[in-house]
C-alpha cells in the first residue's frame, strides 16, 4: 500500500519536471529509482535530494563512487528500504561489484547493528558494572569478507552514527584515522549516508 502517490515522469510539470530531468542526466538512461518518483509529490525534497545524492551518493569525491555505493546500500539496508537496496545492488552491480561483496555488506551492517546494540546498552545503563564486563559477542564478519578494512570501518561508522551509538561511532573513527582516511573522507561518509537516510525515512513512512 503506497499512502503517497508517486508522480510519473509523464505527468511532471514545473520544477518536478525541470528535476526529473536533471536526474535523468545523471543516471545515463538508467531506470529512476522509483523512491525518486514519490519524492516528486513534494518538490522541495525532490530537489533537495537530488542536489544531495548527486554530489554525495552519486559522484567521486574525497571517497570513490564504489564507496559511496557501498554505504548506499548500507543505509538502505539498515533501514529496510527495499527499493534503495535493490537499486544499489544494481549499481554495485555495474560498478563491478559482486553479489558476493553485496552478501558481505549486508553482513557487516548486521554485525554492526548487533555492536551497536551491545554498547548503547552499556552506555545507557548508568553503570559501571556493565562497563567492567566484556563483550562476549562474535564479530569475526569484520575481518573475514571480501570488502577491505577501510570499507568495513566507513560501513561502522555510518551505521553506528544512524544508530545512535556514540562509542562505537568514536572508536571507529579512531580506527579509520589509523588507517589513514582524511577527516574530509570521514565527513562525506556522513554526508552520503545522511542524504541516503531522509531518501529511506521518506520511502518508508510513504509506503506500508
Known sequence: MSRVSPVPVSAATDKVAQTYERIAEMLEG???PEPILL???VPAFLQDFYMNFKKFVWTDGHLDVQAKATLGLAVAAAMKA???VDFFTARCAKLGLTEQYVADVLAVVASCQMYNVFFKFRDLS???LFSGMGVGLRAHTFANTSLDAKQVELINIV???LNGCKPCTAGHIEKIRQLGVSDDAILESIQCGATMAAGCS??????A
Request: glycine share 14%.
Open 30 to 32: 538508467a531506470p529512476f
Open 39 to 41: 519524492y516528486g509529490r
Open 82 to 84: 527495499g527499493a534503495w
Open 126 to 128: 548508568g553503570s559501571e
Open 159 to 161: 551505521i553506528s552514527d
Open 202 to 207: 521518506f520511502l518508508n513512512s510513504a509506503t
